[in-house]
């Protein structure tokens, strides 16, 4: 078989087959075809597939007898239980087919893994709150990356250069999840490119430590999203805002904010906030804010879709009466009982405003969860409720995943892995 080298063929060659089911007999068939399609041989065996390291009970999880057909394809990968950043307990990525069985377990040191990126045959993924690594097709880890004097927390992302942007926390700080570093993929440098204390210093005066915390989280921002190659489109939870920053490379600066103009006020930062056009209630904590280029779009208009946890609380200013804002209803201000959603707002940098132009109820989930558009179809994790589900663009429920096990599920990304163990 051609190697794609320049010493030609060989007659030798090592894979990594994933899907087998644990602490089950399967019989893997493997056919070899030429250039044509034809088949040339197959080859069969059995194999007695180990039981889970994390344990049976994430062999399956629940899920409807809707019909799979109009579900996207691949895998669902759950990434992060309840584990937190100075946890030293083992923790895993787990896959999961369109029926809920489980598919894969990917072991990592601790933590858990943000999202994964894939480039050249290998996929990238953090394995603690300090490290990321390269993994080839083969399960081989050929890149590893330290954090240096900082904690990895939430998202990481490649710019256009495929450099790692990583939203960080200084060690030993007094404040923490306010800063962006960069990683160089080549050379494993660290570059402080962002830190919010010198964009908001009159808003960070406001806040104060809570009772029992051991630093300022006073930002807390959750989310990375890469506009053109200079700007970012970044979540603060704990200000329910999402923030657009220019030139992160050089000089970074705050472009526009979507939050409570009743909130911004105060501080004087106000005046960067875009305009709704419509009528409807302010993401409150939201994650996962993800960006869209449409080509059908005028130029400076562009989509952005969230999760809106739909939760109003900020315990760096404990003196701010969320439940007096008039930019929020049917809003809720603990985790006990609610309804989140997945929003999509139009962007017009132009005009500088914002729309609502979809919005899908989903089961609650105060903190945490993910969504990702699809195949046409929406990908929706409702992290505290341990539950994620697939729903078609007009917002009807295709099939509903639950598991069990921690504290909650931090996000679900559907990957195909098409050029890394698929063809």
């Known amino acids: 078989m051609n190697t794609n080298t320049l010493?030609?063929?060989?007659?030798?060659?090592?894979?990594?087959?994933?899907?087998?089911?644990?602490?089950?007999?399967n019989t893997i068939t493997v056919t070899l075809t030429n250039k044509q399609g034809k088949v040339v041989d197959t080859l069969s065996w059995s194999y007695n597939a180990p039981s889970?390291?994390?344990?049976?009970?994430?062999?399956?999880?629940?899920?409807?007898?809707?019909?799979?057909?109009?579900?996207?394809?691949?895998?669902?990968?759950?990434?992060?239980?309840?584990?937190?950043?100075?946890?030293?307990e083992q923790a895993y990525m787990r896959?999961?087919?369109?029926?809920?069985?489980?598919?894969?377990?990917?072991?990592?040191?601790?933590?858990?893994?943000?999202?994964?990126?894939?480039?050249?045959?290998?996929?990238?993924?953090?394995?603690?709150?300090?490290?990321?690594?390269?993994?080839?097709?083969?399960?081989?880890?050929?890149?590893?990356?330290?954090?240096?004097n900082y904690k990895l927390h939430h998202d990481y992302i490649f710019d256009?250069?495929?450099?790692?942007?990583?939203?960080?926390?200084?060690?030993?700080?007094?404040?923490?999840?306010?800063?962006?570093i960069m990683i160089e993929k080549d050379s494993g440098n660290i570059t402080e490119l962002v830190d919010l204390i010198d964009l908001l210093p009159d808003y960070y005066s406001t806040t104060s430590l809570p009772d029992g915390a051991e630093d300022l989280d006073w930002m807390h921002i959750n989310s990375l999203a890469l506009v053109d190659k200079t700007s970012l489109i970044i979540s603060s939870r704990e200000t329910s805002t999402i923030i657009k920053l220019d030139?992160?490379?050089?000089?970074?600066?705050?472009?526009?904010?979507?939050?409570?103009?009743?909130?911004?006020?105060?501080?004087?930062?106000?005046?960067?906030?875009?305009?709704?056009?419509?009528?409807?209630?302010?993401?409150?904590?939201?994650?996962?804010?993800?960006y869209v280029d449409d080509n059908s779009l005028p130029q400076g208009q562009y989509y952005l879709y969230l999760y809106n946890n739909n939760l109003a609380v900020s315990t760096t200013r404990p003196d701010y009466d969320w439940k007096s804002d008039s930019n929020y209803s049917n809003t809720y201000y603990n985790l006990k009982k609610g309804t989140s959603y997945y929003y999509k707002y139009l962007v017009d940098e132009n005009n500088r405003t914002v729309e609502l132009v979809s919005s899908?109820?989903?089961?609650?989930?105060?903190?945490?969860?993910?969504?990702?558009?699809l195949d046409g179809n929406v990908i929706i994790?409702?992290?505290?409720?341990?539950?994620?589900?697939?729903?078609?663009?007009?917002?009807?429920?295709?099939?509903?995943?639950?598991?069990?096990?921690?504290?909650?599920?931090?996000?679900?990304?559907?990957?195909?892995?098409l050029d890394y163990w698929f063809q």
């Open 160 to 180: 256009s250069n495929n450099n790692i942007l990583v939203l960080a926390s200084e060690k030993e700080a007094k404040t923490s999840e306010d800063k962006i």
């Open 52 to 88: 889970l390291q994390g344990g049976d009970q994430y062999l399956t999880v629940e899920c409807d007898d809707s019909n799979t057909l109009s579900l996207s394809n691949g895998l669902y990968t759950v990434l992060g239980n309840d584990v937190t950043e100075d946890s030293e």
């Open 381 to 417: 994790d409702s992290g505290i409720a341990m539950s994620w589900s697939e729903y078609s663009q007009d917002g009807t429920l295709l099939r509903t995943f639950k598991t069990t096990g921690g504290k909650f599920v931090y996000r679900v990304f559907k990957y195909d892995y």
């Open 247 to 290: 030139n992160i490379y050089s000089n970074p600066t705050i472009d526009y904010m979507i939050g409570s103009d009743n909130f911004w006020q105060e501080s004087g930062y106000d005046s960067l906030l875009l305009n709704k056009t419509n009528d409807f209630s302010m993401q409150a904590g939201q994650h996962c804010v993800t």
């Open 95 to 148: 896959l999961y087919d369109n029926y809920g069985i489980i598919r894969s377990e990917i072991p990592i040191v601790s933590y858990r893994s943000q999202r994964i990126l894939f480039e050249n045959n290998t996929m990238y993924f953090s394995i603690s709150s300090t490290k990321i690594v390269g993994m080839e097709q083969t399960g081989y880890v050929s890149k590893i990356y330290d954090t240096g």
């Open 360 to 373: 899908i109820p989903v089961a609650y989930s105060g903190y945490v969860s993910s969504v990702q558009e």
């Open 7 to 25: 010493s030609g063929y060989t007659t030798e060659h090592e894979y990594l087959l994933i899907g087998a089911i644990p602490n089950q007999t």
